[in-house]
């Protein structure tokens, strides 16, 4: 019990992420997860919901684009990014999506898939994938310019605004000034769209007129603030120091984490925010180190880092590192891409105040020391009873 407890108060305290190194563990992540791929783990995520094939390749591939474009391996970095593009540009990958949308496949699958294609090339230029990202791009844009919502369809009559985010985030990597005009449109149209109830972009519209269906949540606010500071660092920035104060919280006053649904506002889990324990969706929070990386919210991301190496019951051996005892697959995925994550496009300064200190980690290191004396103290008592006598 004595050692749990250390090794449970050196993962609340040890450097879990970092802003221009390899974040601790990461390369052990990836090992496994290409290990697991290759046995097919990205078939079985399929079957927990729609886009689990799909993600799990397409967040190794950035992952590893992180990674090399921070100096790590970046030839390997090229090499396994394209095998993850590979895959998802294969029939697998396109299975759940619908290939006569617009554009081919809906947003969601076009703007992921052109986010990693460029982001490959920045690790490696090759004139084949170049024209195809401009293509698809060219595309991407012209189904922007032709809608009459921002918030363009990733299946067949449902629309989510975090989709289009990505999609948007996309054509400014591709070409921060040929697309401009679509961006800056896409910016302003998406400003009069805004949840009222809390002023951020909502989770789920109308296809046809951009009009709220579903209000903020977690799930997409995470995805929405890890890459709005790609789109415009203004809006962002806006847009993040409200999800924060909305969805920022601390159960039980133990470690941070977020909320799936924003103070004040009580509601049911999905397939993509998993089970909600005291309103906290576990799954939010692993994307929200991301978002705060890119924020730089540097503080927020190490300590929600911290609470999810001490929770998340992670098994490292000289070869891989997984966690929640690797049942999860796409559970590391997410956190090995969250890790990792900063601007492509541009970068922020630290928001302007902290919400978070070290000192969150005294409850759970008074409990820690709790559990590590407790075997200690029966002994203890006995050898302060015998030297009284």
Same mark, same amino acid.
């Given at each position: 019990?004595?050692?749990?407890?250390?090794?449970? $108060?050196?993962?609340?305290?040890?450097?879990?992420?970092?802003?221009?190194?390899?974040?601790?563990?990461?390369?052990?992540?990836?090992?496994?997860?290409?290990?697991?791929?290759?046995?097919?783990?990205?078939?079985?995520?399929?079957?927990?919901?729609?886009?689990?094939?799909?993600?799990?390749?397409?967040?190794?591939?950035?992952?590893?684009?992180?990674?090399?474009?921070?100096? /790590?391996?970046? $030839?390997?970095?090229?090499?396994?990014? $394209?095998?993850?593009?590979?895959?998802?540009?294969?029939?697998?990958?396109?299975?759940?999506?619908?290939?006569? $949308?617009?554009?081919?496949?809906?947003?969601?699958?076009?703007?992921?898939?052109?986010?990693? %294609?460029?982001?490959?090339?920045?690790?490696?230029?090759?004139?084949?994938?170049?024209?195809?990202?401009?293509?698809?791009?060219?595309?991407?844009?012209?189904?922007?310019?032709?809608?009459?919502?921002?918030?363009?369809?990733?299946?067949?009559?449902?629309?989510?605004?975090?989709?289009?985010?990505?999609?948007?985030?996309?054509?400014?990597?591709?070409?921060?000034?040929?697309?401009?005009?679509?961006?800056?449109? +896409?910016?302003? %149209?998406?400003?009069?769209?805004?949840?009222?109830?809390?002023?951020?972009?909502?989770?789920?519209?109308?296809?046809?007129?951009?009009?709220?269906?579903?209000?903020?949540?977690?799930?997409?606010?995470?995805?929405?603030?890890?890459?709005?500071?790609?789109?415009?660092? /203004?809006?962002?920035?806006?847009?993040?120091?409200?999800? %924060?104060?909305?969805?920022?919280?601390?159960?039980? +006053?133990?470690?941070?984490?977020?909320?799936?649904?924003?103070?004040?506002?009580?509601?049911?889990?999905?397939?993509?925010?998993?089970?909600?324990?005291?309103?906290?969706?576990?799954?939010?929070?692993?994307?929200?180190?991301?978002?705060?990386?890119?924020?730089?919210?540097?503080?927020?991301?190490?300590?929600?880092?911290?609470?999810?190496?001490?929770?998340?019951?992670?098994?490292?051996?000289?070869?891989?590192?997984?966690?929640?005892?690797?049942?999860?697959?796409?559970?590391?995925?997410?956190?090995?891409?969250?890790?990792?994550?900063?601007? +492509?496009?541009?970068?922020?300064?630290?928001?302007?105040?902290?919400?978070?200190?070290?000192?969150?980690? /005294?409850?759970?290191?008074?409990?820690?020391?709790?559990?590590?004396?407790?075997?200690?103290?029966?002994?203890?008592?006995?050898?302060?009873?015998?030297?009284?006598?």
């Amino acid at each position: 019990m004595t050692i749990l407890a250390v090794v449970g $108060a050196v993962r609340l305290v040890g450097p879990a992420t970092s802003q221009d190194q390899e974040p601790s563990g990461v390369r052990l992540q990836l090992a496994f997860l290409r290990e697991r791929l290759e046995g097919g783990a990205d078939t079985e995520a399929q079957a927990l919901f729609p886009e689990g094939y799909f993600f799990l390749n397409v967040l190794y591939g950035l992952t590893w684009t992180e990674l090399g474009r921070r100096g /790590v391996e970046p $030839a390997r970095a090229a090499e396994e990014a $394209a095998w993850a593009l590979a895959r998802v540009e294969s029939p697998a990958g396109r299975a759940p999506f619908d290939a006569s $949308a617009i554009p081919a496949y809906g947003v969601f699958y076009a703007g992921w898939t052109n986010w990693l %294609r460029g982001g490959l090339l920045t690790l490696r230029d090759d004139p084949a994938e170049r024209a195809r990202l401009d293509a698809d791009s060219q595309a991407l844009a012209a189904a922007f310019d032709a809608s009459p919502t921002p918030f363009l369809t990733a299946y067949p009559g449902q629309a989510w605004p975090c989709d289009s985010t990505v999609a948007i985030a996309s054509l400014r990597l591709a070409g921060a000034t040929r697309f401009a005009p679509t961006v800056d449109r +896409w910016v302003s %149209r998406a400003r009069g769209l805004l949840d009222p109830a809390t002023g951020l972009l909502p989770h789920h519209v109308d296809p046809t007129t951009g009009a709220l269906v579903d209000g903020a949540r977690g799930t997409s606010q995470a995805i929405i603030q890890r890459f709005l500071v790609d789109v415009d660092p /203004v809006f962002a920035r806006e847009q993040y120091l409200l999800f %924060r104060e909305g969805f920022l919280d601390r159960p039980l +006053w133990l470690g941070p984490a977020i909320r799936e649904y924003p103070h004040g506002v009580d509601g049911d889990g999905d397939v993509d925010s998993g089970p909600l324990i005291h309103g906290i969706s576990l799954s939010t929070t692993v994307v929200a180190i991301g978002a705060a990386q890119a924020q730089g919210d540097h503080s927020l991301a190490a300590a929600l880092a911290n609470f999810g190496e001490f929770a998340g019951v992670p098994i490292t051996t000289f070869s891989t590192k997984r966690y929640a005892f690797g049942l999860v697959p796409i559970g590391d995925a997410f956190l090995a891409w969250s890790k990792t994550a900063r601007p +492509w496009t541009t970068a922020l300064p630290a928001p302007p105040d902290a919400v978070i200190s070290g000192g969150w980690r /005294v409850p759970l290191l008074l409990i820690l020391l709790l559990i590590g004396l407790s075997p200690w103290i029966p002994g203890i008592r006995r050898r302060w009873k015998a030297s009284e006598r």
